[in-house]
């Protein structure tokens, strides 16, 4: 029995079929490049079954190794673009939130202000 961390029970499945579509597609660029897995596996450094692990999106395999792959067929660039701040959207929903929150602040001051500085009521006479 292998030992499985805790992080690899959690994977969520949507993170698990990432990886997978990732091997699947690291598989093809090896096959179009015409090279066998034990060539493919010596570049990448590791053993064959290593290389069968990772062509199979197995997230046990080292994130070096799915980095050093991507770098083989030329896309060691698309790693860091994964995780830009522009494409974030949890951050960009939680600064929206925010930015919601602290505008109702101000309204709801402004607002207090604004009933402040009124004179008050003067009852008309004459009617």
């Known amino acids: ?3 499985r961390s805790v992080a690899l029970t959690l994977l969520p ?8 579509a990732l091997g699947e597609n690291l598989a093809v660029a090896r096959l ?4 066998s897995q034990r060539v493919w ?3 990448l450094g590791c053993s064959v ?3 069968i692990r990772l062509e199979r999106g197995d997230p046990g395999v080292g ?4 980095a050093t792959a991507l770098w ?4 060691a660039d698309a790693l860091p673009e994964s995780a830009a701040p522009s494409q974030d959207r ?3 929903e939680d600064e929206v939130r925010a930015a919601l929150r602290r505008r109702g602040r101000a309204r709801r001051a402004g607002e207090l202000r604004s009933v402040q500085e009124r004179p008050p009521l003067v009852p008309r006479s004459g009617r």
Not at 13 to 20: I, S, T
Not at 32 to 35: A, F, L, T
Not at 63 to 66: I, V
């Open 1 to 3: 029995m292998s030992k």
């Open 13 to 20: 499945p949507a993170a698990a079929r990432a990886l997978q």
């Open 32 to 35: 179009r490049r015409g090279e």
């Open 41 to 43: 596996a010596r570049r």
């Open 49 to 51: 079954p290593t290389l």
């Open 63 to 66: 994130a070096g190794l799915y």
């Open 72 to 75: 083989l067929i030329g896309r």
């Open 90 to 92: 949890g951050a960009l």
